[in-house]
Each structure stands twice: as C-alpha cells, then as structure tokens.
C-alpha cells in the first residue's frame, strides 16, 4: 500500500462456525481487524479494507469493480488445501485475473489455462501481485487465458457430456 494505493476487498461470511461447523463460531470482523490493525470504517467502500457478507446478487457486482482476485489458503490446514477450484473458475467466468495459493487443484487448473499465478510462498505472492499491480496488460493477459479456460474446460457442456458418458458407461 505505500508503494502503489490499493484497497483489499473481502467477500466472505461474516460469521462461520470452528471445529468442522460443528462448534462455535468466528468473526470475520475481528479476524480483519486482527490482521489489518485498527480498521475503522469496515463496511465503508473508502476503506483500505472493505468487508462484505458473501451474497450471490452482490458477488459479480463486487468482483467487476476490482482489477484482480486473490484467493490465499492456509498452506498448514489439509482441508483448505484439498478444495477444489471452483472459486478460482468462478473468477475465471468473469475475467478475472486471479492470483491463488499453490493447491492441488488450483495449480492444475492454472496449469491447464497456461498460467503462472500460484503462490507457493511469500517471494512468489510479492512478485505476482506486484506484477499485476502495475501492468494493466498482464491482468487482460490473465483474465482472458481464464475466461477462455473456463468456456472451455468448466463450461456446463463440458460437464453435462462427463455425466453423459458416466451413466452410459454404467448402462453398458
């Protein structure tokens, strides 16, 4: 942020439960005040950090407003690493360049669109956001290899002609 003005935009729910939503709950309010000090105005859109309750009318609107997506998972926790990738295709499908945690499924996904915007540590993050920071053509880059990816590969016809073929194999 002292090198180029940037605002961070978080769409999640704003509560959840701990413990395999079983026991408790967490506040993404106080993790984001935890992690970017004393927020003051949270939910204001002049805010370095604007948090918003995950709702699906909102989502595209929120995410066309911003010029990248990043999606960081706990590299320590074996359940976010093991999700798949359909938020990353979600961001795809509105060309959105999307810079992820190296996961499994995020890093074949990557790897199937031809990009490169997996992290595996900090040295990584830094330098592909910063990248995508400055260049304006890199993310229009990035964000159609995604959109052209997620046409291609995670389009409903795509998946519509995997079950098609399951159930004739099962027929057969």
């Known amino acids: 942020r002292k090198k180029t003005p940037i605002s961070l935009h978080i769409i999640t729910d704003l509560e959840h439960k701990k413990y395999m939503n079983r026991i408790g709950t967490k506040s993404m309010v106080q993790e984001a005040r935890h992690l970017f000090g004393d927020v003051q105005h949270l939910f204001n859109a002049d805010s370095p950090v604007c948090l918003y309750q995950w709702n699906i009318e909102m989502f595209s609107r929120i995410v066309t407003n911003c010029d990248l997506a990043v999606i960081p ?96 194999s099962v027929l057969q």
């Not at 830094?126 to 920071?133: A, G, M, S, W």
């Open 73 to 168: 998972l706990d590299p320590r926790n074996p359940m976010a690493m093991g999700k798949p990738e359909n938020k990353l295709v979600l961001f795809w499908r509105m060309a959105m360049p999307t810079v992820v945690t190296a996961s499994p499924s995020y890093v074949r996904a990557m790897e199937i669109c031809g990009s490169d915007l997996y992290c595996r540590n900090n040295a990584d993050w830094h330098e592909k956001l910063e990248r995508l920071i400055g260049d304006s053509a890199a993310r229009k880059t990035a964000a159609m290899l995604g959109k052209q990816c997620a046409d291609r590969v995670y389009s409903e016809e795509v998946y519509l002609g995997q079950w098609d073929r399951l159930f004739q």
